[in-house]
């Protein structure tokens, strides 16, 4: 009875946030997918790890559910490819940054700073990772050599890399 009772306060616990955490990313299966990664770990020695390591799991878990989710549905549907994409980019940021997660104006802060690249720039990342157009389709498009485009991709993830870092977005 122990057991189940650790079981209960842990989900008690960490399902409000995790499934607050879910919809970022994937608003119509948030509370399946948190129900989903708690069954899976139910009868795992996981729930007798330290609070501080059980949390990083269960948000990691989640976060992995949420970007098998997001990749299943952008397959499934891809009219709302860009807005996926976007998203998918956002989680792998933060696989990067354990507490990410507690920032909601993250991607508005991205956004902002996508929005400050120079124009070309930021047409070609914009081409790139959201429209998921190729190197050489936006050079055709823009009346642009393959390797600009290149360039101009480099600048923008290196800008967005240097200013999306910790002691920018305050995380």
């Known amino acids: 009875m122990e ?3 650790r079981h209960h306060h842990v989900y008690i616990m960490y399902a409000p946030a995790l ?3 879910a919809r970022t990313f994937a608003p119509l299966y948030a ?3 948190v129900h989903d990664v708690f069954l899976k770990i139910w009868e795992t020695p996981v729930f007798d790890l330290p609070d501080g390591e059980l949390k990083r799991i269960l948000f990691a878990s989640v976060r992995n559910a949420c970007i098998d989710r997001i990749r299943r549905t952008q397959t499934e549907n891809r009219i709302l490819g860009e807005q996926l994409q976007l998203q998918a980019d956002e989680l792998a940021f933060a696989e990067n940054a354990d507490d990410l997660y507690l920032r909601n104006d993250l991607m508005a802060f991205v956004m902002k ?5 120079p124009e070309k720039s930021r047409e070609v990342f914009l081409k ?6 190729k190197a050489s389709e936006i050079a055709e498009q823009m009346n642009l050599s393959v390797r600009t485009v290149e360039n101009h991709l480099y600048r923008a993830l290196v800008y967005l890399r240097k200013h999306c870092t910790d002691a920018e977005t305050g995380y």
């Open 113 to 117: 700073k996508i929005e400050e690249l």
């Open 3 to 5: 057991e189940m009772d």
């Open 19 to 21: 499934i607050r955490f």
């Open 31 to 33: 509370e399946d997918m």
């Open 128 to 133: 790139s990772y959201i429209d998921g157009w």
